[in-house]
């Protein structure tokens, strides 16, 4: 049973434009969401994390968005650069625990 | 920090055999976690440790998937008897057992079962 579903497998980008990845959540007893980023032959690397008291976390490029009536969040990249290119992951679970659930994954591509 | 080490990269097997995946986590950081990603069905959690002790195996798939942490700084998933449909990466991971603690992942074993 997939409680964390990302259903775009892909998405390609023009390099300066932003890009979006969604995610979905079927279990709304999470309370913390995380996003990893993954290069081929390497393991997923954490990106940014957001808990469920806010709506919205900032690091740089990257915002996380949270919509928990929706059970819904999204990462944005702005500018979008080439090397962003990679499988990015969204993972929910507890801030009480590491019990993180990940979604299948989107394959994002920033063309130059 | 030399990171979570997996072993080892590549194994290429045939059905029926035993498979041995071995994890080293980062030092000091007391949850480990076995994944495994799939097409179909991204990154699955399989198992996770809290001080050596398994928390939650739920996600093992069968009997034939067994894993170990007989010390802070090594654990173990084994498969016996292999099948070709547990070809796939299999990811260990760690982390402190400290609210919003994130996970620090190895590179994988890439597995194959022919």
């Known amino acids: 049973d997939q409680q964390v579903k990302q259903n775009s497998p892909s998405l390609s980008v023009q390099e300066g434009r932003i890009s979006i990845l969604n995610c979905d959540y079927t279990?709304?007893?999470?309370?913390?969401f995380l996003w990893y980023k993954k290069y081929p032959a390497e393991g997923p690397t954490f990106l940014i994390s957001?808990?469920?008291?806010?709506d919205k976390n900032e690091d740089g490029r990257f915002t996380v968005f949270l919509n928990k009536s929706a059970k819904h969040l999204s990462l944005h990249i702005v500018p979008s650069q080439p090397g962003d290119s990679a499988v990015y992951f969204c993972?929910?679970?507890?801030?009480?625990?590491?019990?993180?659930?990940f979604g299948a994954g989107t394959r994002l591509t920033v063309k130059p | 920090d030399a990171g979570v080490i997996q072993s080892p990269r590549h194994e290429v097997t045939e059905m029926g055999q035993e498979v041995t995946l071995r994890c080293k986590p980062i030092?000091?950081?007391?949850?480990l976690f076995w994944y495994r990603q799939t097409m179909m069905r991204g990154l699955e959690l399989l198992i996770y440790?809290?001080?050596?002790?398994?928390?939650?195996d739920s996600g093992m798939p069968e009997d034939r998937f067994s894993a170990k942490m007989p010390n802070a700084s090594f654990s173990t998933l084994k498969i016996q008897p292999s099948e070709p449909r547990d070809s796939a990466v299999y990811f260990c991971?760690?982390?402190?057992?400290?609210?919003?603690?994130?996970?620090?992942f190895g590179n994988g074993t890439r597995l194959t079962v022919t």
């Open positions: 991971a760690s982390s402190l057992w400290r609210a919003g603690s994130p996970l620090h």
């Open positions: 279990n709304s007893m999470f309370d913390y």
């Open positions: 957001i808990s469920s008291i806010k």
């Open positions: 030092s000091g950081h007391n949850s």
């Open positions: 993972a929910a679970g507890y801030l009480s625990n590491n019990d993180m659930r």
């Open positions: 440790f809290n001080n050596n002790v398994p928390i939650d």
